[in-house]
């Protein structure tokens, strides 16, 4: 078996098995694909140091090899809270209103991707696999090509890819998109986000685009391809049937003493729609009377990106519609949004999705979002709750037995938690049975399969899965 050499922005594994678990989709899943497959997973050890030297620490933590290195206060300022995070993550999830362009932002963009290629080569043995993840890292394979780097290279975007329209805005896009075609395989969380990259390569680059999902360039074939990341289903229900599982679910069901509980849980990222979500419930409680008082929201969002504008933006405006939602339907007994900024143990998640009547996922736009995953996992089959789940997450076009809403609608997701509230049980539980058995089919073992096969050339094409 070949070894992957895993590259991404962030290296987060989490200390010990109860710690506080890895916050993004990213870590959580290769965390559980690291742990299967020999190799290392490289990348920024979120640290900084005065003056970069490329000098890796090596660790074995829980079972996989990491290796890190520290970047420059520069670095951090240009590549990630810059180019990474106020140009590339609004623009691919469409808030082209929130894109900032900044020439020293792509300057630094490309220092640190060049940093990364020198720093990651004395790992690379002849025979592996380099799997790199995310859009921190698009030119990254064309760094290693230039420095003679000719092992199979694959990149999977956890994000969305945006249309054309829009990603035509970003200054050199076109040197962006051609420096990804130096990997093998380019993964996708879903066929609308293959479709729209291959729009724009075939539209304004004019490459040929084979039927078998291969791009031609440059006398090479480059196999574009869906791979819908998962959960690991047997580890999270594993831990949901966990005593430390159950005893979050003890806490929390005792606490909100017999009423409904609603759940949302995500990085505090204005793309999760945490907003329009605070409103919609507040027009429910407006709407519904006869509720008032028997319906908490738990929304769980740590922090993220706290040094970009937009997200300390999004942090006030959230604690505002806290406030005034509270204001407007507490009583002396009762608050209708418990709003907590911290991470939690995947275990005591999985109790709290359990202890939930409705999981509540309304992002605006996301490429895939295990959230929704996790909460379906973690149900009882015999008497599931209910997932609300934007028509604008990737994971709607797995999970179409969710009640499917459009998040901008305040009304129709007001609508949509009194229809979840109503539902009887045998709707729940058929709804439940198929949203179950897409998770636990398409899980992260069999993402991490076809992506592997893929690299070494064995997938199909059409930007389907292979036979297995
Ligand atoms: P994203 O990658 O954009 O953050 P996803 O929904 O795909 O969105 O993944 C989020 C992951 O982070 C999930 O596995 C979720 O359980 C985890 N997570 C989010 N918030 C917390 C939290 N407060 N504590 C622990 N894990 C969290
Ligand atoms: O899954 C999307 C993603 O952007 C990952 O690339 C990232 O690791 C995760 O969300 C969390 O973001 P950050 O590393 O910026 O805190």
Redo the contacts with the bound molecule.
């Keep these: 078996m070949s070894r992957l050499i895993v590259v991404s922005n962030r290296v987060s594994v989490p200390k010990a098995a109860g710690a506080?678990?890895a916050?993004?989709?990213?870590a959580?899943a290769l965390n559980s694909a690291l742990r299967e497959h020999r190799g290392i997973w490289f990348g920024w050890s979120g640290q900084e140091t005065e003056e970069f030297t490329g000098h890796l620490n090596m660790q074995r933590i829980n079972d996989v090899t990491t290796a890190t290195i520290d970047l420059e206060p520069q670095d951090i300022d240009e590549y990630y809270n810059g180019y990474a995070n106020r140009t590339l993550w609004p623009l691919f999830h469409y808030r082209i209103d929130l894109t900032e362009y900044d020439r020293s932002f792509g300057e630094g963009y490309e220092r640190v991707n060049a940093r990364f290629a020198t720093s990651v080569i004395p790992l690379i043995e002849p025979d592996d696999l380099v799997w790199v993840h995310d859009y921190h890292l698009l030119p990254l394979g064309s760094m290693l090509r230039r420095k003679g780097i000719n092992n199979r290279m694959g990149i999977f975007l956890?994000t969305p890819w945006p249309p054309t329209r829009l990603l035509v805005s970003l200054p050199f896009h076109e040197r962006l998109v051609a420096s990804m075609l130096e990997y093998d395989v380019i993964g996708f969380q879903t066929q609308e986000w293959l479709e729209s990259f291959m729009h724009y390569v075939s539209k304004e680059m004019g490459l040929p685009v084979n039927d078998d999902g291969t791009i031609e360039y440059q006398g090479r074939k480059i196999l574009a391809k869906a791979f819908p990341i998962g959960v690991d289903y047997d580890e999270f229900v594993e831990g949901a049937r966990s005593a430390e599982a159950q005893e979050a679910y003890d806490r929390l069901k005792a606490s909100i003493r017999g009423r409904k509980l609603m759940i949302g849980?995500?990085?505090l990222?204005y793309s999760k729609g945490l907003g329009e979500r605070f409103e919609s419930f507040g027009r429910f409680l407006t709407d519904n009377p006869d509720q008032a008082g028997n319906v908490v929201l738990l929304q769980?969002a740590?922090p993220s990106r706290g040094d970009v504008a937009s997200y300390q933006q999004i942090r006030e405006d959230l604690e505002r519609k806290t406030g005034h939602i509270n204001g407007a339907h507490a009583d002396v007994a009762f608050v209708p949004i418990r709003y907590v900024n911290?991470?939690?143990p995947?275990s005591h998640?999985a109790g709290f999705y359990r202890a939930a009547n409705i999981g509540l996922v309304t992002p605006l736009r996301?490429g895939?979002?295990?959230?929704a995953k996790?909460y379906v996992a973690a149900q009882d089959p015999e008497d599931p709750g209910v997932l609300i789940l934007s028509q604008f997450a990737g994971a709607a076009q797995q999970l179409t037995e969710a009640l499917l809403v459009n998040p901008h609608s305040i009304e129709h997701v007001s609508e949509a938690i009194k229809r979840a509230l109503d539902m009887p049980l045998s709707e729940r539980k058929q709804r439940h049975a198929k949203l179950l058995a897409s998770v636990r089919d398409e899980d992260v073992l069999r993402w991490r399969e076809d992506f592997v096969a893929a690299l070494f050339g064995q997938a199909d094409g059409n930007g389907t899965n292979g036979d297995k």
């Design positions: 506080a678990g916050q993004g989709g990213l959580v956890h849980v995500d990085r990222d769980i740590p911290r991470g939690y995947r998640l996301d895939m979002n295990l959230v996790e």
